[in-house]
């Protein structure tokens, strides 16, 4: 009899049990599908602020329209039969940093016991080319070393001089500078080298505190974050996209920091894995930059204090040094096998090369998931 009692009690416990397996695989089920739903939430605010002169885009200047206000559901479904969809709000203002919220909501706004809802948020934000006045800005002295060529013969982000400088510009003999807007048989003309230039023109170009933590937010994630003295050669390739070079401490380069902390970066022979040489992105260093072997950086390079330019080297974009503490000028002395030492190419900066998203993306560290 007790045997009875304990089988019948065992299979009373598994017959619950079995009748519970179905619940919970279809409320597992539908978490699933409200987190993909959630997903693709993101991904439509995403995509709407990459694309804001589309119609279903988000104008970066007007008020958020419906659905991205959080107004709508968005209903998915699959050969017709829906599944649920997500809600999205995006808040913020501007061209640059977003918040967004997408919910996922299955089987929808409403319906039976066991509705599953599943949120996710994040800050997008769009990176920005600086759009320097000339293929070299700098604040502070510059100098131009001897049979030197600077081409700013790009007109598609304006007329830019070949040279900028909040100091003098002390060209060598044989050197060359050629703006967009100078005459095009006289280098060296007062459209061509444009010094002791207002500082607050650099500030205002230059990177803001907020975008160099999105950038180096963005160098962790992808592993190119790096700090201090580095230099990169044949035994050390420099990647390709957003480069990130930081002080020893991490903290922002000021004129108070110490020599010991100054992020130093040269990129030597070899410094690309490339036979054409080529390297593609953004470097930015907070410190000084060199670029003194035989590289060709398409893109933009970024000293917060010193560059120099040096060997054969060349630039098809732009670089700025921002001389936050170094009295010594910036120096250009680079002599490439063919074309200008620098060569303004506003579409070639802005993208990297093509290794620079251009749409919007999620701040590396703000990704949240909560089940709602």
């Known amino acids: 009899m007790v045997s009875l009692l304990v089988l019948s009690a065992v299979l009373l416990a598994l ?6 397996e179905p619940l919970a695989a279809r409320n597992h089920l539908m978490m699933a599908q409200a987190q993909g739903m959630a997903e693709a939430g993101l991904d439509r605010a995403l995509w709407a602020l990459s694309t804001p002169g589309a119609p279903d885009g988000v104008p970066w200047d007007a008020p958020i329209p419906v659905p991205y206000d959080g107004s709508r559901l968005i209903g998915v479904a699959v050969d017709g039969v829906p599944l649920g969809g997500f809600r999205v709000t995006i808040s913020g203002t501007g061209d640059r940093q977003r918040q967004i919220v997408a919910t996922g909501l299955v ?16 800050t997008a934000v769009r990176l920005r080319f600086p759009s320097p006045s000339a293929p070299i800005m700098v604040r ?11 081409a700013s013969q790009d007109a598609s982000c304006g007329s830019q001089p070949g040279t900028w400088s909040t100091g003098p510009t002390n060209l060598s003999p044989g050197s060359q500078v050629r703006g967009r807007g100078g005459d095009p048989a ?8 444009r010094q002791r230039q207002e500082a607050g023109v650099f500030d205002e170009l230059a990177f803001g505190s907020s975008e160099l933590s999105a950038l180096k937010a963005l160098a962790r994630a992808r592993g190119t974050y790096y700090q201090g003295r580095v230099s990169f ?11 990130f070079v930081d002080t020893v ?13 100054l992020a130093a970066v040269t990129l030597g022979t070899g410094a690309s894995s490339r036979s054409s040489r080529v390297v593609r992105g953004w470097i930015i ?4 930059l060199s670029i003194d072997g035989d590289v060709v950086l398409e893109g933009l390079a970024v000293a917060a204090d010193r560059f120099s330019q040096t060997g054969t080297a060349q630039i098809l974009g732009a670089a700025m040094a921002g001389h936050v503490r170094s009295t010594a000028p910036s120096r250009i002395e680079a002599i490439p096998t063919s074309g200008p030492a620098l060569t303004w190419r ?16 999620v701040k590396p560290g703000t990704y949240r998931e909560a089940a709602g």
């Open 233 to 243: 050669d044949a035994t050390r390739p420099v990647p390709d996209g957003v480069v």
């Open 186 to 193: 006289v280098p060296n003309g007062e459209a061509d080298v």
């Open 15 to 20: 017959s619950l049990l079995t009748g519970q």
């Open 249 to 261: 401490s991490g903290q922002p380069i000021s004129a108070t920091t110490s020599d010991a902390d």
């Open 140 to 150: 502070g002295d510059l100098e131009i070393g001897s049979g030197v060529i600077i």
């Open 346 to 361: 506003c579409e070639t900066g802005r993208t990297g090369g093509g290794a620079i998203p251009q749409r919007w993306i």
């Open 285 to 288: 260093v907070n410190g000084s």
């Open 107 to 122: 089987p929808g706004d409403s319906g039976p016991i066991g509705q599953a809802r599943q949120n996710i948020s994040a």
